[in-house]
């Protein structure tokens, strides 16, 4: 039995059994949960070893504490996002703007009509590139950039929709450093995650390696392939033969990066890799998403926190969408984005059609839920294949719904 850690207020109960749930039958090695509502945080709990070792010798467990962080893998496309719909609200980046008119370099190939809104919609057409880029161009960054401002459309911009893995960070990224001055994660780091008090980077500081968890690849468990909540988990047989085929656009998209960053060396984790790479808790995720719908005593409860919409309510109803939904040329499901962010659907399922936020390739997920007043966040460290859907997050989203009566 793992010892589950932490709390969840009156009412919250079932939360935490669900959270000990995934433990006992879904596979689940390392974790944290956190969930907002109204501003107050009602859950937050965590548990099991923060750096396991599969395979070869067995070494003493780790525990997983309240201090622990852990690689986002996706989920910071959410933070990517916010940080360039910051930049809008202070009228220094225009979504209807040339890509261009910020960043020259990009025009080339017959992308010089992109407009901002849709690098953050998937619609521009890069989420492959030719010649994939080494660790080396990574961490150096202007390589990476250059190398998707030089990139040719795999549709035309505009026309279509397809998940960017890799290159959506640095997309908006280039764009963030060429309209604000600043890098993305320094950006984040000053003017979002700092007044909110959170544990949450793009790019890691100076001396907090030692609070990062181990990501571990680990099977699908049996639970996931048919699930008990009725959601069909088995991904059909397009999907398998797009991931295994080494020249179809969804392959080329995920292996953007070849050798494939190793997101548990230190070097790598210092460095911001906005699409892919950032790190935290899970009550800084969850207080995120509550700081980006801000907090209001929706249900008669006791108040919370007083959040103040990081974003103002007109930017953020343009950014929650939909902006474009149906087949995913990459990722070969049907899938609806709003400006950086997926809406819930069957492919990326959340609270309620009202959610929106972003699912990380394994199992973590960070979302806001305006109709419930919700703040969402559960990381782990156990790496279940899939992008966008997960057994241990439903787990954790059918008790949260439980709880709040819906």
Known sequence: MVEIWG???????????????????NGELGAAFALYVDGRKVVDLWGGDARPEVGGRPAPAVPWTADTVQVLRSV?????????????????????????????????????RVPVRWLLSHQAGVPALDTPLRV???????????????????????????????????????????????????????????????????????????????????PAPPAALNSPTGLRMRPKRSVVDAYQDPHSLTARAFASVRPAVDLNDPAVQAVEIPGAGGIGTARSVARFYA??????????????????????PELMDEAMGPAVSGPDRVLVVRTTF???????????????????GHPGRGGSLGFADPELGIGFGYVTNGMQPGVTGDIRSRTLIAAVRKCLGV
């Open 291 to 312: 700081a980006l719908i801000g907090a209001a005593d929706r249900h008669g409860g006791t108040p919370g926190e007083l959040l103040p919409p990081l974003l103002n």
């Open 136 to 218: 080396e161009d990574v961490i150096a960054w202007e390589p990476a950039a250059a190398a998707v401002a030089a990139q040719e459309p795999a549709w035309e911009p505009g026309t279509a929709h397809g998940y960017h893995p890799f290159t959506f960070g640095w997309l908006v990224g280039e764009v963030v450093r060429r309209a604000s001055g600043r890098s993305v994660g320094q950006y984040f780091a000053e003017e979002i995650a700092r007044p909110l008090g959170l544990d949450l980077w793009i790019g890691l500081p100076t001396g907090a390696a030692p609070r990062v968890g181990r990501l571990v690849d680990l």
């Open 76 to 112: 910071t496309k959410g933070l990517t996002a916010a940080t360039a719909l910051h930049l809008v609200q202070q009228g220094k980046l225009d979504l209807d703007a040339p890509v261009a008119s910020y960043w020259p370099e990009f025009k080339a190939e017959g992308k010089d």
């Open 338 to 356: 709003g400006l950086g962010f997926f809406r819930h659907s069957a492919t990326a399922p959340m609270s309620s059609p009202a959610a929106f």
């Open 7 to 25: 709390e969840a207020a009156e009412g919250f109960e079932p939360v935490r059994k669900a959270f000990a749930q995934n433990f006992r039958e």
